[in-house]
C-alpha cells in the first residue's frame, strides 16, 4: 500500500461518524473567541493602514519582542529581536533553515521517529535522513554520537541534527535534563549545528517547562518556535531564532519566498500577547490536553489487547503506540476506517521504511469520550488483525504440493486451463 | 453527437433547467475518488445546462431531497453504500429517481463471486476463481485450502477483496511464500476474499452506456500502467499510466469485448451506465474480471475517456442520462 493510498484513506476523517486519532488539530475553541473577534477587527478597522499593507521581511518588530518573551519562558534570555526572524508557522522556518543549510546528498540527522512535515521538508531538498534512536528520555546521545561517528567515516556531510525534545511528535516523550546536556556536548564535540523545533515546549501537564537546548548553546543551536499550539495554527504564525549571520542568509530566502510573513495575523499575535491573559490561556489549554491524555492512556490501559505498548506523554498531543508482534499499521488501516476510528500508521514518521509496527494516536482534539471510544474500536481492529494473524502466520507453504510435487511436475498439478467446475464458495 | 439535454416539461408548464443531486463521499475506502468523480460530474452537467448540487450520502441527504425534490439523483458514490444496492433501495423507498442501475442488480455485482457465477452462466469467460471467508480458512486449516487452492488454480493467482473498486486490497501473488501475507492484507477490507487464477494479457475498460436504444458498447479503453500493475496508484496519478482508446486489438477482438460487455451489463440486470473490466489472453480470448455499476468519473478514469472517443460530450451523456431517468418511473 502507497503513501497515496494511506491518503484516500483518510479521506473519510471528516466525517463525524470517524473518531479520529489521526490529526493533530489544537482545540482552538478553547479559546475566547468573541475577545480575539473583536481584537482583530479593532486591528483592521483601528490600523488597516498598517495590518492590511506589506511588512518588513524579517518580521514585525514589536512581534519580536513579544517572542522573545515568550522564549525567556523556557530559560532562553539572551535572544534579542535581531535575532528572530518570523515566519509562516515553524513549517516556513524549518523549510527556510534547510534551504540555506542543505545541499542534495548531505545527512540530516533526526530522531526515529521523526516529523512527517520535517521529513517532508528534507526530502524536497534531496537530504539524506539518517533517523537516530530514541527511547522513554528522548532521542539517546550515545545512539546520537555513534551516527556521528559513521557518517565521518564514510565521509557524509552532516549539515544538522534535528530535534524535537519536548512531548515529541510522533513519539509523546521528552528529552531528560542529562541528556540535553549531553547532547550540547556532542554538538561542540564534533561541530554540530541543531534544529531545535520546539512547538509543544509549554504544553506540559506539571512542573515547569525544561530548559530549551537554545538556552544552553546560542551559537550550535537554531531554535524554531510557534504560536500553533500556545494560541491558534490558522493565523499561521512561527520563528526562527538564529545567530546574526544566519539570520541575514533566513530573511533574504523568506523574502524571495514570500516577501513578508502576514502583517495581520502578526499584528493579532502581538496584540493577542499584549491583551489577552495568554499564560492563563495556555494553562487552560494544557488542563484539557492533560484531561484527554487521561482518558487516553486509561483506555488504552483497559482495552488493548496484550503485546501492546505505548508511551505516557507529559505533554503536548501525541502517544506511540507499538503493535503486537507482527502487527502491521497500515495494512491494518482499511479495517479501522471499517471500524470508524482512525489514526496514523507509524511508516509515514520514518525516512527508511520502519515503523511499520507503530501507529501515533493523536488526544488533541477529540473529547474524551470520543476518545475512550476511539480506542474500544481500535482495540477490537487490533484483535480482528491478532486473530487473523493467527490464522495465517503459521502456515508453512514449503510443504504445499505445488512447492513440492510427491513425485509429479507441478504443471499437472496445477488445475486447468478454464474448467467450469469451480463454484464460488458461497 | 452531442444533444442538448432535454429538461422533463409537462404538458402546460413552464420548462424549468433539469435539477439534480449528485452524491459523492460516502463512509468507505473510496471517498476520496468518489469526491473527485462527483465534482467533475457536477461540473460536467452544470456545464450541460443541469441545476446541479453536490452533496454527500450521509443523514442530511433524505430530509434535504425531501426539501428540495430532485428530478433524478446521480450517484457518483463508490464502495459500499453507492455501489452494492443498499442507498438505491432507500432511494426506491422514498420514490427519489436515479441514474444507474437497480438495487437489486447491483447487489449482484458488488458480490464480485456472485457476479463471475451469473456471468460464466450467461457464456462469458471468466478466470477460475474461489471465493472464501476469514471463517473458513481458520476452521479448516489455512495451510490445507491455500495449499488446494495453489494445486487448483496454480500460480499466479490475483488476490482481491470479494467486494469494493479501485484495485484497493488487490494484489498479484507469482510465489507461494507471499500468500499467506496477501491473505493477511486483503481480509483487511472486507470478510471475504476472492482468489482468481491470474491471466497474463491486455487489460481493457469496456464501458456501457443507455441513451434509450439499448445498452452501447463504447470504445474500448486499453491501460498500460508504467510499473506493470494496474494499481490504486496507477489508477489516479496523472502520467502514470498510458491509456489508448480504442484499444490496440485487433477489429475481432474490439467487437468481441463490446459483445462481452453488454453481455454482462444485460446478464446482470444493470441499467443506464456500467463499466466492466477485462483482460484479452494472448490468444485473442476476452476474459471478465469485474463490472462497476457506478465508474470512476475522474479525470483520470476510463469512462470518461471511452465516452469522449465515441464523440459524445460527458456532460451532454450525463444529462441524457439524468433526463431520461427523471421522466421514467422504475
Given at each position: 500500500m502507497k503513501t497515496s493510498e494511506i491518503r484516500a484513506l483518510f479521506s473519510v476523517v471528516s466525517r463525524p461518524e470517524v473518531v479520529s486519532l489521526a490529526g493533530g488539530m489544537p482545540a482552538v475553541t478553547a479559546l475566547p473567541l468573541d475577545a480575539v473577534g473583536s481584537m482583530i477587527g479593532e486591528l483592521v478597522s483601528g490600523m488597516g493602514a498598517q495590518t492590511l499593507q506589506y511588512g518588513s521581511g524579517q518580521g514585525d518588530p514589536r512581534l519580536r519582542e513579544r517572542i522573545c518573551d515568550v522564549m525567556a519562558l523556557e530559560g532562553i534570555r539572551d535572544a534579542s529581536p535581531s535575532e528572530v526572524v518570523v515566519t509562516v508557522g515553524s513549517q516556513q522556518g524549518l523549510d527556510l533553515v534547510t534551504r540555506v543549510f542543505v545541499d542534495p546528498g548531505d545527512v540530516i540527522l533526526a530522531e526515529g521517529p521523526s516529523y512527517v512535515g520535517a521529513l517532508g521538508v528534507f526530502q524536497a531538498a534531496e537530504a539524506r535522513v539518517r533517523h537516530v534512536a530514541m527511547d522513554d528520555n528522548g532521542l539517546i546521545p550515545e545512539a546520537l554520537e555513534e551516527a556521528l561517528v559513521d557518517c565521518r567515516a564514510n565521509g557524509d556531510r552532516v549539515k544538522f541534527l534535528y530535534t524535537v525534545p519536548n512531548f515529541h511528535n510522533p513519539a509523546g516523550v521528552t528529552l531528560s535534563e542529562a541528556r540535553r546536556e549531553a547532547v550540547v556536548a556532542l554538538a561542540e564535540k564534533y561541530d554540530l549545528l541543531i534544529i531545535e523545533d520546539n512547538?509543544?515546549?509549554?504544553?506540559?501537564?506539571?512542573?515547569?517547562?525544561?530548559?530549551?537546548?537554545?538556552?544552553?548553546?546560542?551559537?550550535?543551536?537554531?531554535?524554531?518556535?510557534?504560536?500553533?499550539?500556545?494560541?491558534?495554527?490558522?493565523?499561521?504564525?512561527?520563528?526562527?531564532?538564529?545567530?546574526?549571520?544566519?539570520?541575514?542568509?533566513?530573511?533574504?530566502?523568506?523574502?524571495?519566498?514570500?516577501?513578508?510573513?502576514?502583517?495581520?495575523?502578526?499584528?493579532?499575535?502581538?496584540?493577542?500577547?499584549?491583551?489577552?491573559?495568554?499564560?492563563?490561556?495556555?494553562?487552560?489549554?494544557?488542563?484539557?490536553?492533560?484531561?484527554?491524555?487521561?482518558?487516553?492512556?486509561?483506555?488504552?490501559?483497559?482495552?488493548?489487547?496484550?503485546?501492546?505498548?505505548?508511551?505516557?506523554?507529559?505533554?503536548?498531543?501525541?502517544?506511540?503506540?507499538?503493535?503486537?508482534?507482527?502487527?502491521?499499521?497500515?495494512?491494518?488501516?482499511?479495517?479501522?476506517?471499517?471500524?470508524?476510528?482512525?489514526?496514523?500508521?507509524?511508516?509515514?514518521?520514518?525516512?527508511?521504511?520502519?515503523?511499520?509496527?507503530?501507529?501515533?494516536?493523536?488526544?488533541?482534539?477529540?473529547?474524551?469520550?470520543?476518545?475512550?471510544?476511539g480506542v474500544r474500536r481500535l482495540a477490537r481492529v487490533i484483535e480482528a488483525e491478532l486473530d487473523l494473524h493467527s490464522t495465517f502466520d503459521r502456515v508453512d507453504t514449503g510443504t504445499f504440493r505445488a512447492v513440492r510435487p510427491a513425485g509429479r511436475e507441478a504443471e499437472t498439478i496445477v488445475g486447468p486451463a478454464n474448467s467450469d467446475t469451480y463454484e464460488d464458495g458461497r | 453527437m452531442s444533444e442538448t439535454a432535454a429538461a422533463p416539461v409537462p404538458s402546460g408548464a413552464e420548462p424549468h433547467p433539469l435539477r439534480t443531486v449528485v452524491l459523492a463521499g460516502g463512509l468507505t475506502f473510496e471517498r476520496e475518488v468518489s469526491l473527485s468523480s462527483g465534482t467533475q460530474v457536477w461540473e460536467e452537467l452544470a456545464r450541460a445546462g443541469v441545476d446541479a448540487e453536490l452533496r454527500d450520502a450521509d443523514a442530511e441527504l433524505?430530509?434535504?431531497?425531501?426539501?428540495?425534490?430532485?428530478?433524478?439523483?446521480?450517484?457518483?458514490?463508490?464502495?459500499?453504500?453507492?455501489?452494492?444496492?443498499?442507498?438505491?433501495?432507500?432511494?426506491?423507498?422514498?420514490?427519489?429517481?436515479?441514474?444507474?442501475?437497480?438495487?437489486?442488480?447491483?447487489?449482484?455485482?458488488?458480490?464480485?463471486?456472485?457476479?463471475?457465477?451469473?456471468?460464466?452462466?450467461a457464456g462469458v469467460r471468466t478466470p477460475d476463481w474461489v471465493a472464501l471467508p476469514h471463517s473458513t480458512f481458520r476452521e479448516l486449516g489455512a495451510?490445507?485450502?491455500?495449499?488446494?487452492?495453489?494445486?487448483?488454480?496454480?500460480?499466479?493467482?490475483?488476490?482481491?477483496?470479494?467486494?469494493?473498486?479501485?484495485?484497493?486490497?488487490?494484489?498479484?501473488?507469482?510465489?507461494?511464500?507471499?500468500?499467506?501475507?496477501?491473505?493477511?492484507?486483503?481480509?483487511?477490507?472486507?470478510?471475504?476474499?476472492?482468489?482468481?487464477?491470474?491471466?497474463?494479457?491486455?487489460?481493457?475498460?469496456l464501458s456501457v452506456i443507455d441513451l434509450g436504444d439499448g445498452p452501447e458498447a463504447l470504445p474500448a479503453v486499453?491501460?498500460?500502467?508504467?510499473?506493470?500493475?494496474?494499481?490504486?496508484?496507477?489508477?489516479?496519478?496523472?502520467?502514470?499510466?498510458?491509456?489508448?482508446?480504442?484499444?490496440?486489438?485487433?477489429?475481432?477482438?474490439?467487437?468481441?469485448?463490446?459483445?462481452?460487455?453488454?453481455?454482462?451489463?444485460?446478464?446482470?440486470?444493470?441499467?443506464?451506465l456500467s463499466r466492466t473490466d477485462a483482460i484479452v489472453s494472448p490468444d485473442g480470448e476476452v476474459h471478465f474480471l469485474e463490472v462497476n455499476v457506478s465508474p470512476g468519473l475522474t479525470e483520470t478514469s476510463m469512462f470518461p475517456m471511452a465516452v469522449e472517443a465515441a464523440g459524445y460530450e460527458l456532460g451532454d451523456v450525463l444529462a441524457r442520462l439524468l433526463a431520461r431517468r427523471a421522466r421514467t418511473e422504475r
Open positions: 512547538p509543544y515546549g509549554l504544553l506540559g501537564f506539571e512542573g515547569e517547562p525544561m530548559r530549551a537546548l537554545r538556552a544552553r548553546n546560542n551559537q550550535r543551536v537554531i531554535y524554531l518556535g510557534s504560536f500553533s499550539k500556545t494560541f491558534s495554527p490558522g493565523l499561521r504564525v512561527g520563528w526562527v531564532l538564529a545567530p546574526l549571520a544566519v539570520r541575514e542568509k533566513l530573511v533574504l530566502a523568506t523574502e524571495a519566498q514570500v516577501l513578508c510573513p502576514p502583517s495581520l495575523t502578526q499584528y493579532a499575535v502581538a496584540r493577542y500577547l499584549d491583551t489577552q491573559p495568554w499564560r492563563e490561556q495556555i494553562k487552560l489549554f494544557t488542563e484539557l490536553y492533560r484531561e484527554r491524555r487521561d482518558a487516553t492512556l486509561e483506555s488504552l490501559a483497559t482495552l488493548m489487547p496484550a503485546g501492546a505498548a505505548w508511551t505516557r506523554p507529559d505533554g503536548g498531543f501525541y502517544v506511540w503506540l507499538k503493535l503486537p508482534h507482527g502487527l502491521d499499521a497500515k495494512l491494518m488501516q482499511p479495517r479501522a476506517v471499517n471500524a470508524h476510528v482512525a489514526y496514523v500508521p507509524g511508516i509515514g514518521f520514518f525516512a527508511d521504511g520502519n515503523g511499520r509496527e507503530y501507529m501515533r494516536l493523536s488526544y488533541c482534539y477529540p473529547e474524551p469520550d470520543q476518545i475512550r471510544e | 433524505l430530509p434535504g431531497l425531501a426539501a428540495a425534490p430532485a428530478d433524478a439523483v446521480f450517484i457518483a458514490l463508490h464502495g459500499a453504500t453507492g455501489e452494492d444496492g443498499a442507498l438505491r433501495a432507500v432511494l426506491d423507498l422514498a420514490g427519489v429517481p436515479y441514474v444507474g442501475s437497480p438495487a437489486a442488480a447491483c447487489r449482484l455485482a458488488w458480490d464480485k463471486p456472485a457476479a463471475k457465477s451469473v456471468v460464466r452462466s495451510g490445507t485450502v491455500l495449499d488446494l487452492m495453489v494445486a487448483r488454480l496454480g500460480l499466479p493467482l490475483m488476490v482481491k477483496p470479494a467486494s469494493g473498486g479501485s484495485a484497493l486490497g488487490v494484489q498479484k501473488v507469482t510465489r507461494v511464500e507471499e500468500l499467506p501475507a496477501a491473505m493477511v492484507s486483503c481480509f483487511a477490507y472486507g470478510d471475504t476474499v476472492l482468489v482468481e487464477r491470474f491471466v497474463e494479457g491486455v487489460e481493457l475498460a486499453e491501460i498500460a500502467p508504467e510499473s506493470g500493475v494496474f494499481d490504486y496508484t496507477s489508477r489516479y496519478t496523472p502520467g502514470l499510466t498510458e491509456y489508448h482508446t480504442p484499444a490496440r486489438v485487433s477489429d475481432d477482438v474490439a467487437a468481441r469485448a463490446a459483445d462481452l460487455a453488454v453481455r454482462v451489463h444485460e446478464a446482470l440486470g444493470l441499467a443506464d
